[in-house]
């Protein structure tokens, strides 16, 4: 009887974890369809921003990319107060290992709130790291459910958090992503930095540093060890890495 009672427990807990699979894989699909549609209806009005490090401040040993359209704003972005005073623990699942960050929910509330409550609800399922560069900076760019660097979950926020006073972002920072000039611009893309990198403020006034990576550092480095995709250092990375999920405690 109780190995019956444990098989039934078993497959009900598989089946729990198929359904919760699922309706992130559902969510996932409609944040994606929701950021393309935005991206087309912006492209179609000539309004061309691009999300990142792709700046006038960027050091000139990085390549610069052809800026892409984002998604226009549609929903308020999460309370603050969700991650105000907490440190958060999250185990990034991907293709190519695990990563673990701790969040820095004190020093970066808008931040931490945004990435938990989008972890919460499946939107890092299945997207890629779309970016890797490596030279003068060095960071893999994650976070964008198209895949582009356009995307976004709907909404943003700012101001500028925890950004440091040198501009020396260390390797295993976790930083927020935002289009160059705006510290207004920051949504879900974040950046996982796996070498010392120097980044000069412009006018926002630097990147939001909202956690620090504190194991798994390694397999950013062997996807950047990898290089980017055809020439230069700047551009999707040859070894490809998907998030699988991502889990927040």
């Not at 935002?178 to 949504?187: E, L």
């Not at 990147?207 to 995709?229: E, H, K, N, P």
């Amino acid at each position: 009887m109780a190995s019956t009672k444990r098989e039934r427990e078993l497959a009900q807990k598989r089946q729990a974890r198929w359904e919760a699979k699922q309706a992130r894989a559902r969510r996932r699909r409609q944040v994606v369809a929701a950021s393309v549609a935005g991206a087309l209806v912006l492209a179609l009005t000539g309004a061309v921003i691009a999300i990142g490090l792709n700046d006038d401040d960027t050091p000139s040993s990085a390549a610069t990319t052809t800026p892409t359209p984002a998604p226009t704003p549609t929903v308020a972005p999460p309370d603050p107060s969700l991650a105000e005073n907490r440190t958060w623990t999250s185990t990034i699942a991907t293709s190519q290992g695990d990563i673990t960050v701790e969040l820095f929910g004190q020093e970066a509330p808008q931040a931490v709130a945004s990435f938990v409550t989008l972890a919460q609800q499946g939107f890092f399922d299945g997207t890629p790291c779309h970016r890797l560069t490596t030279a003068g900076i060095f960071v893999l760019q994650c976070g964008d459910p198209t895949g582009t660097g356009s995307g976004g979950p709907g909404f943003e926020f700012g101001p500028i958090e925890n950004a440091p006073a040198d501009d020396v972002y260390p390797a295993g920072t976790l930083a927020m992503a935002r289009r160059g000039g705006d510290g207004a611009s920051m949504g879900s893309q974040f950046f996982l930095v796996y070498q010392d990198s120097t980044i000069p403020s412009d006018s926002a006034g630097g990147y939001t540093v909202f956690g620090r990576i504190t194991s798994g550092l390694d397999v950013v480095q062997a996807v950047a060890d990898a290089g980017v995709t055809g020439e230069g250092s700047d551009g999707p990375p040859a070894k490809p890495v998907t998030i699988e999920g991502v889990d927040t405690k």
